[in-house]
């Protein structure tokens, strides 16, 4: 047997569709996407790009030009990274979209469609034959629209011949929008250029990624930059193997993330905290006993709040199956700045630091790559030094250009000076990032963001509510974050008023309530100006401060405690405690 | 009657905290007045799939707003 063909990699590619093309020829190694199922089927790299050249050119035989928009509802991998790639082998800029998730939210998920079609100006929308029939009724509210397609539909068109647009760095690439679920929705342009940079720095600063000799596995989400940027584009600059999970298949059955890891002997995958509390919960005795993980080599976390107490845990419960110490690899990174701005290394153990002796610790989530920096800025924008908690900034040849046509929301988080405001709180040690909070407010729970004005508001709704009078924010848990409601009531609110809160923000926003403060008028930490305080009343009631007059219920239960109680319990004193034991252990590298 | 227990069973697998509200269940009454957040959700809808041996298609779930709508679909999967 002859030895495979193995392309050159060792240089930078200047656009994502060179580094898919120069790949063309591998016939060993590709992605394999299992379907909803679990049943796999393989593209070699040579393969991916046959199939996505014919499905670009045939996409262009539809009319299409290059720059034109293409919205793409896709909820089988398969669709849709080959009509992603399909897209930028024709020119034309995808806009990834989130198909529906969950029961019964028809109206407000094609409403969520529907802005993102109309701010992108698309030209063409494609779907699959199963979700086409809920597309339609978005289809005459866009006038850019000329076209819903299925895939199904399009594997039928006459491809065009001849010569593909000519793509250059500067390119748009893709619009990432941003998965806010009130504020109107913004398109991040991601170039071909950033794309670059970033899957050069990932894979070879934060990753050192063995070319044609690893193996990664996603279930993540392929419309949201963790997935598409880290699963789909970054491995093609090493040649390195993908194995897809469609992400509902890993939200039924949780348990197929390290089943697939297992049979695939793979190195790679990433996830956000939540998800590595569900596989510890999850995982039984007999899949511990006969799953082999010794092959990992990077569990990476981001996304959302990073728990180290959960790290701890699934390197504890993983352990069985072979895992090494020091797999777990903390990230920090946002769609504005393509997708990652630090790793911690991988190969030495995830540790912990509080920012003052007695505060509560946070994860490190590493340092950046070459070529990008790393600050900390107050908020008349001066630079402050290290060990000084205030917004995070990144520069760097990752930082897109900004949101598609929208300079007033780009001109507020990208500095002419180059520096990208992440709306993150966070403080820099050793050149290490730590993330302490959300300067946004933004609360991100199961791994999506969730504005807190609607729960608010949700809440207000509720009899016996003063409105305007409600603050919602996110603690850490036992093991993920939990949502945590704080509201000012009437005298002598309806009995069960904390329970009808919990029920409404259930039913409205199919969030979860962990907890409901409940507090008399004028107990609600405000400004001056008589502006709610999120961050204060967040503080208030980790330290146990928060309405000592209140009543104060645990949300569903019912069950009375204290707040001491309750903080005790809390990951906060666990957290703090275990990293203690951390702290100043040199890091293994 | 049989669907709506093995609802209940798959309610109690993924969020043991709301076995207490299993009586109060009727076909009207919308899934999400459960407060099950969405991932334990979807775990339920998982659970259920594992014991029908069947996938429910996206486009069926989203149009899936009571326990009536969904033991229908149960019942309608058993049959078909």
């Known amino acids: ?589 | 009657m049989e669907t709506m227990n093995l609802i209940k069973s798959a309610i109690s697998a993924v969020d043991p905290s709301k076995t207490s509200k299993l009586a109060n269940i009727r076909p009207d009454m919308e899934i999400r007045e459960l407060g099950l957040d969405s991932v334990a959700t979807m775990e339920m809808v998982g659970y259920l799939e594992e014991k029908l041996e069947t996938q429910f298609s996206d486009e069926v779930m989203i149009r899936i707003q009571t326990f009536g709508d969904l033991a229908s679909l149960i019942e309608n999967t058993r049959q078909a």
């Open chain 1, 1 to 589: 047997m002859s030895t495979p063909y193995r392309p050159d990699v060792s240089t930078k590619p200047a656009t994502v569709v060179e580094a898919l093309r120069r790949l063309r020829g591998v016939n060993d190694l590709g992605h394999t996407y299992l379907d909803n199922a679990a049943k796999p089927t393989f593209f070699s790299f040579d393969a991916l790009n046959e199939a996505a050249e014919q499905r670009g050119r045939r996409l262009l035989a539809r009319g299409l030009k290059k720059g034109d928009r293409v919205g793409m509802v896709l909820s089988q991998p398969k669709d849709f990274v080959i009509s992603f790639l399909g897209c930028l082998y024709a020119g034309l800029v995808p806009v990834p979209m989130y198909p529906p998730l969950s029961f019964g939210k028809l109206d407000a998920w094609a409403d969520g469609a529907l802005r993102i079609l109309l701010d992108a100006e698309a030209s063409l929308l494609l779907t699959d034959a199963q979700l086409q029939n809920v597309l339609w009724q978005v289809v005459p509210k866009v006038k850019s629209l000329r076209d819903l397609l299925t895939v199904e539909k399009l594997d039928t068109v006459a491809p065009v011949t001849g010569d593909l647009p000519e793509v250059a760095p500067g390119d748009l690439c893709f619009l990432q929008y941003t998965s806010g679920s009130t504020s109107a929705p913004k398109g991040v342009m991601v170039t071909h250029g950033n794309l670059m940079a970033n899957s050069w720095a990932i894979a070879v600063d934060g990753m050192a990624l063995v070319p044609f000799a690893e193996t990664a596995v996603s279930w993540l989400p392929l419309y949201h930059d963790m997935g598409l940027i880290g699963f789909v584009i970054t491995p093609l600059v090493k040649g390195m193997a993908a194995v897809f999970i469609p992400t509902l298949l890993f939200v039924k059955r949780p348990n197929i993330w390290m089943q697939v890891m297992s049979d695939y002997k793979a190195q790679h995958t990433f996830g956000p905290n939540f998800a590595y509390a569900l596989a510890v919960r999850k995982a039984t005795d007999a899949e511990l006993a006969k799953w082999d993980l010794s092959h990992s080599r990077v569990y990476g976390c981001g996304a959302e709040p990073i728990h180290l107490d959960t790290m701890l845990r699934f390197e504890a419960t993983f352990e069985r199956c072979g895992l090494k110490k020091g797999t777990i690899m903390p990230a920090y990174g946002m769609a504005e700045a393509t997708l990652a701005m630090s790793f911690h290394p991988p190969g030495s153990q995830v540790f912990a630091n509080a920012l003052h002796d007695d505060g509560p610790a946070f994860v490190s989530c590493g340092r950046t790559f070459s070529l990008h920096e790393m600050g900390v800025m107050d908020e008349e924008g001066n630079l402050l030094g290290e060990n000084v908690e205030g917004e995070l900034v990144h520069r760097g040849p990752s930082v897109t250009p900004g949101y598609w046509k929208n300079p007033e929301a780009t001109a507020a988080c990208f500095l002419p000076s180059g520096w990208l405001r992440t709306g993150d709180l966070g403080f820099i040690r050793d050149g290490n990032v730590y993330i302490t909070g959300r300067s946004k407010d933004l609360i991100i729970l199961n791994g999506r963001n969730h504005h807190p004005t609607t729960i608010e508001w949700a809440a207000a709704e509720v009899e016996g509510v003063r409105k305007g009078n409600v603050v919602a924010f996110s603690v850490p848990g036992q093991d993920s974050e939990e949502l945590v409601v704080v509201a000012e009531t009437r005298p002598e609110p309806p009995a069960g008023t904390a329970e009808n809160i919990t029920r409404a923000v259930a039913e409205q926003l199919s969030l979860k309530v962990s907890d409901v403060v409940l507090l008399g008028a004028g107990q609600l930490p405000k400004t001056s100006s008589g502006k709610l305080q999120r961050n204060k009343t967040r503080q208030q009631y980790v330290s146990g401060e928060l309405g000592k007059q209140g009543d104060r219920t645990l949300g569903s239960s019912g069950e009375k405690l204290t707040v001491a109680k309750h903080v005790a319990k809390s990951i906060w004193g666990r957290a703090t405690h275990t990293a203690s034991k951390i702290i100043n252990r040199p890091t293994e590298t």
